[in-house]
């Protein structure tokens, strides 16, 4: 079976949680009989086809942005070309543009869409948008969400229920595969504190650091921050400014330094408060490692990895009170971590694994094809 992913950009020009979906999709679709191809967007001109480790990537030159959204001229027939010879079309959604190429190319194959969020901060231009999201979704033969969390507080997925399905996010076990080495890991012992929470993903709005420096004055333990985004130097000035000594950015890691990070880390925090965090791939890592978490309620995926009580605990978004008190929590009760630790570990493996994800799209893609189940 030949399966064409589409999407608005892609590794390596860009790292994020659709192109990590996207990629272990990608990766890991040969063991069902399935050979994925993806087609995104790339701002540095058209290259018709690349292998990307072990799947092939096609990219349509970026010709102009419009309210953060990609557009390209040369996607409308590179989209039709490659759509013709596969047997199932997956798209990710939100990208408006993406929508106008599907009813532009007329081309009649069996379609799912995986739903990684609403779109949450361009509400007045979601209005104009609004019919053709409908429409698209209408069209589409199913629908995926990536937690039963989102599928029930998404006002859009609400409608479109007789064609919603749930395959939660999975990755591939980096715990066993990815071993730090010695020398990395000794390094980071002599850079930090023996004792920290650790942060890692872009610095941007959504991710509730704001509320974690407040709630470092507060509770005053070593946290380290893992990253770069938009808001970078806002969050250090922020920490200047609360002389929070025990704060540490130290910037983008590679794959091994993340390994040692979340190795070495006490606990794993991760404050985002609002809806545009719809899953937590971070969880995901942090849950791989055994470590406890500890994250907000805003009613997506994050509170389906991280079950409060269970794999750490979780605090209302945009609180940095109940946040300095997760922490203090987790701080003085070691035996409470580490056994959160330990079942996020085993949350993660019975829930959370690349295979388990591969093998619950290759079923649907047969269900929507009408092939027999593998």
Known sequence: MKVLHFFKTYYPETYGGVEEVIY???????????????????????VWSEQYHNHTVHRSRTNFYFA??????????????????????????????MDLVHF????????????????????TLLRLYEPLQNKFLTS????????????????????????????????????LSVVPERETLEAWRARLP?????????????KGLSYLLEAAHTARYPIVIAGTGPDEAKLKAKARALGLDKVFFIGAVSSQD????????????????????????????????????????????????NIDGITGLTIPGANSGSLALAMQTLWSEPEKAVLYGKQARHRYLSLFTADAMTGGYARLYQTVVHLPSC
Not at 25 to 46: C, F, H, I, M, T
Request: charged share 20%.
């Open 140 to 175: 589409v033969d199913r629908i995926v969400a990536t937690s039963p969390n989102y599928a029930v507080s998404s006002s859009v997925l609400s409608r479109f229920k007789n064609k919603v399905s749930v395959i939660p996010i999975g990755i591939e076990d980096a715990f």
């Open 24 to 46: 272990q999709l990608a990766e890991n679709s040969p063991r069902y009989g399935v050979d994925a191809q993806v087609l995104a967007l790339s701002r540095k001109g058209s």
């Open 194 to 206: 023996e004792k920290f929470f650790l942060f890692i993903g872009a610095l941007r709005y959504y």
């Open 68 to 97: 953060s959204t990609s557009f390209s001229l040369s996607a409308f027939r590179d989209f039709a070309a490659l759509a013709r010879d596969v047997d199932v079309v997956h798209y990710h959604f939100p990208w408006p543009f």
């Open 104 to 123: 532009a190319s007329r081309i009649r194959k069996p379609s799912i869409v995986t739903y990684h969020s609403d779109i949450v901060k361009q509400q």
């Open 258 to 305: 993340k390994s040692a990070l979340l190795r070495l880390c006490y606990a794993f925090v991760f404050p985002s408060h609002i809806r545009s965090e719809a899953f937590g791939i971070a969880l995901l890592e942090a849950a791989m490692h055994g470590k406890s978490m500890i994250s907000c309620e805003i009613g997506t995926g994050t509170s389906y990895v």
